[in-house]
T-cell receptor
Framework: AQSVTQLGSHVSVSEGALVLLRCNYS??????LFWYVQYPNQGLQLLLK??????LVKGINGFEAEFKKSETSFHLTKPSAHMSDAAEYFC????????????FGAGTRLFVKA | EAEVAQSPRYKITEKSQAVAFWCDPI?????LYWYRQILGQGPELLVQ????????DSQLPKDRFSAERLKGVDSTLKIQPAELGDSAMYLC??????????????FGAGSRLTVL
């Protein structure tokens, strides 16, 4: 069975500071991994995805994530936070079975201080 | 840009009433998902369709929830009777279902349900 754990339900950074959102996964087969972002009262939007082509994945809005198999992690980073990055971020895993069933973590809310 | 359409955006109902949500996926997307997102939590998969067939409904409370995708295009999720604990955002998503974009989900804006 697959699962996702996001460490920290809330993260607060200053504008211009490094953003680091943590995600650990569990999967019995090589997983597909994703980060999605959700703005208030909206659906989720894809930030980036890992599909085994490269361990460092670049996404939209300057975000990137690194797949570390030994640590079963897929942490999301951005070198310099912007006020517009304030949102909720979800890590997700799909193992390609069961019709590509996708499981989401509980989410991390990012606050950006001026 | 293609979008997943959902309606209604907001629904307030009293407990024991019936509620229905509608979703129109991106054209050509074979896979359709209904997720429930309780405030402060991540989306929980309720039901997944491949074309008109149910692939996974293991987390769907079948005593009160039903979902259909009769022609393999749009879908309806129904709750009858609604309970207070059903208050949540109901998200519809779709994906190609095959190829490199098979498991990339495109979400609609969601339907927020409040049960009084």
């Amino acid at each position: 069975a697959q699962s996702v754990t996001q460490l920290g339900s809330h993260v607060s950074v200053s504008e211009g500071a490094l953003v680091l959102l943590r995600c650990n996964y569990s999967s019995s087969v090589p997983p597909y991994l994703f980060w999605y972002v959700q703005y208030p009262n909206q659906g989720l939007q894809l930030l980036l995805k890992y599909t085994s082509a490269a361990t460092l994945v670049k996404g939209i809005n300057g975000f990137e994530a690194e797949f570390k198999k030994s640590e079963t992690s897929f942490h999301l980073t951005k070198p310099s936070a912007h006020m517009s990055d304030a949102a909720e971020y979800f890590c997700a895993v799909s193992d390609g079975t069961g019709g590509f069933k996708t499981i989401f973590g509980a989410g991390t809310r990012l606050f950006v201080k001026a | 840009e293609a979008e997943v359409a959902q309606s209604p955006r907001y629904k307030i109902t009293e407990k024991s009433q019936a509620v229905a949500f509608w979703c129109d996926p991106i054209s050509g997307h074979a896979t359709l998902y209904w997720y429930r997102q309780i405030l402060g939590q991540g989306p929980e998969l309720l039901v997944q369709f491949q074309d008109e067939s149910v692939v996974d409904d293991s987390q769907l409370p079948k005593d009160r929830f039903s979902a259909e995708r009769l022609k393999g295009v749009d879908s309806t999720l129904k709750i009858q009777p609604a309970e207070l604990g059903d208050s949540a955002m109901y998200l519809c998503a779709s994906s190609l279902g095959e190829g490199t974009g098979a498991n990339v989900l495109t979400f609609g804006a969601g339907s927020r349900l409040t049960v009084l």
